[in-house]
């Protein structure tokens, strides 16, 4: 890095308190729009031109002035720092801006993982703007039901959205009790299942239940099982299958705190390979409102 781009990084508040100095004329005046004292404002500029090793103000007991040095230096500075605070400004009146409601259909398993993390942050954020998190299983359409933006596994957009990838990739797991695999042998590949007591997930708006999915080596299986429990809700699912009274096929991350527990083992792992994950739609880049601008943004900052 070059000297002066150092130096320049290093003096910004110094190179603002100069720039005030010698607009009025007078170290009593700035020192009081600052609210430093005089002692502080002086070592501040004596500070600042040893570091640049210039002069940059004449003072005398009655007076201070710029030098020719200084001048040409505040003849820089004024235009670049009222840039700075007209940019300050603008993104002041744009958080003040972002209020009004931002609705959001997720599944609860979306929301968990997208949404849950990044509130905080939004609400700290935008005091002036609410949050409404409608949770259901089914797709639904954003337009008509009159919600912003939508969180669904890629495979489910629809085409027509504006989609970005919000969360990393996810796994599902193929799990089951202790106590259950002492009854029942585990299952070495996904036909093998059809032998066993599957806890299956009900699709409701589909009228149908989820297909066990698998890949390997580039072979894909959809597998259609029977089981004695049937669930709308992953909760209710993995507490069945902790409970030993099936195999479950769920998100990995849900099973996580149950497998480091020992509560559940994970079967056919090899079966299972990662996907993409969670994405947030909307209709159209065009009509992104204030609101919903803002929550994109924190799913490019680092958490």
């Given at each position: 890095?070059?000297?002066?781009?150092?130096?320049?990084?290093?003096?910004?508040?110094?190179?603002?308190?100069?720039?005030?100095?010698?607009?009025?004329?007078?170290?009593?005046?700035?020192?009081?729009?600052?609210?430093?004292?005089?002692?502080?404002?002086?070592?501040?500029?004596?500070?600042?031109?040893?570091?640049?090793?210039?002069?940059?103000?004449?003072?005398?007991?009655?007076?201070v002035a710029p030098t020719e040095a200084g001048e040409h230096l505040l003849r820089t500075l004024e235009p670049a720092l009222a840039a700075i605070d007209d940019t300050l400004s603008g993104l002041r009146q744009e958080r003040d801006s972002v209020s009004g409601t931002l609705r959001i259909t997720a599944?609860?398993?979306?929301?968990?993982?997208?949404?849950?993390?990044?509130?905080?942050?939004?609400?700290?954020?935008?005091?002036?703007?609410?949050?409404?998190?409608?949770?259901?299983?089914?797709?639904?359409?954003?337009?008509?039901?009159?919600?912003?933006?939508?969180?669904?596994?890629?495979?489910?957009?629809?085409?027509?959205?504006?989609?970005?990838?919000?969360?990393?990739?996810?796994?599902?797991?193929?799990?089951?009790?202790?106590?259950?695999?002492?009854?029942y042998p585990a299952p070495g590949i996904p036909e093998d299942l059809s032998q066993h007591r599957c806890i299956n997930?009900?699709?409701v708006t589909a009228h149908t239940l989820y297909a066990w999915e698998f890949e390997r080596d580039g072979r894909e299986l959809r597998v259609s099982l029977e089981g004695p429990l049937t669930f709308n809700d992953p909760g209710m699912m993995l507490d069945a299958a902790a409970e030993g009274l099936g195999v479950a096929y769920v998100l990995e991350h849900e099973a996580a705190s149950l497998l480091a527990s020992g509560r559940l083992v994970r079967l056919l792992e090899d079966w299972t390979p990662p996907f993409p994950g969670f994405f947030l739609y909307y209709p159209s880049r065009k009509q992104v409102s204030p609101v919903l601008s803002a929550f994109l943004k924190l799913f490019r900052e680092p958490l």
């Open positions: 890095m070059q000297p002066s781009r150092t130096i320049a990084r290093k003096s910004l508040d110094d190179l603002s308190a100069f720039a005030l100095v010698a607009r009025t004329r007078s170290f009593t005046r700035a020192a009081a729009d600052l609210g430093v004292s005089n002692s502080m404002l002086s070592y501040t500029i004596k500070r600042l031109e040893e570091r640049l090793g210039i002069v940059l103000l004449r003072r005398t007991s009655r007076s599944t609860r398993q979306a929301y968990e993982a997208a949404v849950r993390p990044v509130l905080p942050r939004f609400c700290a954020a935008y005091p002036d703007a609410t949050v409404e998190v409608i949770v259901d299983f089914g797709l639904r359409d954003i337009v008509a039901d009159g919600f912003d933006a939508g969180i669904r596994l890629g495979e489910k957009l629809q085409k027509d959205m504006v989609a970005r990838r919000i969360g990393p990739d996810l796994r599902m797991a193929v799990v089951a009790s202790p106590a259950y695999l002492e009854r997930y009900r699709m």
